[in-house]
């Protein structure tokens, strides 16, 4: 739908990023940080220009958003103070190179300089508690983990239980799923950290009871998760937790992406006005206004 609009089909490129939901969110996020420097290496090995590559809008829906927004986030040493404790410092130090590049990889990280700004959809910032119904338990337990984890993992985890940083239910809690629970220890701090100063970051969440209303739920993840302070704007649709496929939401995304090229001088937006109308358009046929913070 979004390709549809000839400005943004003239000035983007959509790409995606596939992973496991099984995997630990920090997991996917360092995959996904690697991938991004291989794709802008090749960029410059290949002599092409990385400007537009550089302007990069990132969109994360429901888990995928938490693997997102790691991208524009700092984590110095919080993560790991965290989700392991401050005693753990010294206990990681005596760890083999390997498996101390394998823990660093996933829980100190820079923010990516070349995403620009990033969209929220249904995202559950401060976990869901679906993931402590049976069904989600069940998946966990389902959950097979890269050859590469069980690898550095077997060896890391025993090394932090022989003395005391892990305790044995630590460590049958730490897929994707289990990330997803509002008490677990990497979530938690995820929520408590600040994202990159200067990046904006918008937010399309779902109410099946009616839109334009915050509170409710989408069906999976409550408002008050998805919410966030501090967004450039916040929109409120009437959806289950496939948000990204309800019109009005599909209209901001639009809306979103003109407004990120109208910030480049050497980007020309020409159909701005006859979107602006379409959008109205809608809102007005579905009696509703859009939010805005």
């Known amino acids: ?75 110095g040493n919080q993560l790991i103070d965290g989700v392991f404790g401050k005693k753990a410092l010294d206990a990681l130090n005596t760890l083999t190179p390997e498996q101390r590049d394998f823990i660093r990889g996933m829980f100190v990280f820079e923010s990516q300089p070349s995403v620009k700004r990033m969209v929220f959809i249904a995202v559950p910032h401060r976990g869901s508690d679906m993931a402590r119904r049976p069904i989600a338990r069940l998946g966990a337990m389902l959950t097979t983990f890269p050859s590469s984890v069980v690898q550095n993992g077997e ?33 938690h701090t995820l929520s408590e950290m600040k994202f990159k100063a200067g990046v904006p970051y ?3 969440i779902g109410n099946r009871l009616r839109g334009d209303t915050p509170g409710g739920s989408d069906g999976v993840v409550p408002y008050s998760s998805s919410h966030l302070d501090g967004a450039e704007s916040e929109l409120v649709v009437k959806s289950g937790h496939s948000v990204q496929q309800n019109a009005l939401a599909i209209q901001e995304m639009r809306r979103i992406l003109l407004l990120h090229l109208k910030q480049y001088p050497d980007m020309s937006v020409t159909g701005e006005r006859r979107q602006q109308e379409v959008r109205r358009s809608m809102m007005k046929s579905l009696e509703l206004t859009p939010t805005k913070k």
């Not at 390709?3 to 099984?22: A, E, H, K, L, V």
């Not at 537009?52 to 888990?63: A, E, K, P, Q, T």
Request: overall charge positive; hydrophobic content about 40%.
């Open 155 to 187: 060896g890391i985890i025993g090394h932090l239980m022989e003395r005391g940083i892990l305790m044995p239910d630590d460590t049958s809690r730490m897929t994707g799923i289990d990330n997803l629970d509002p008490g677990n220890r990497a979530m």
């Open 1 to 75: 739908t979004l390709w549809n609009t000839p400005d943004i089909r003239r000035n983007y490129q959509f790409c995606g990023f596939t992973y496991s939901s099984g995997n630990p969110v920090l997991l996917s996020a360092k995959m996904l940080r690697d991938d991004l420097a291989e794709a802008r290496r090749l960029l410059v090995a290949g002599g092409r220009s990385t400007k537009m590559f550089d302007r990069m809008v990132l969109v994360g829906h429901s888990m995928g958003g938490l693997v997102s927004k790691t991208m524009i986030m700092d984590s």
């Open 202 to 204: 918008h937010s399309i």
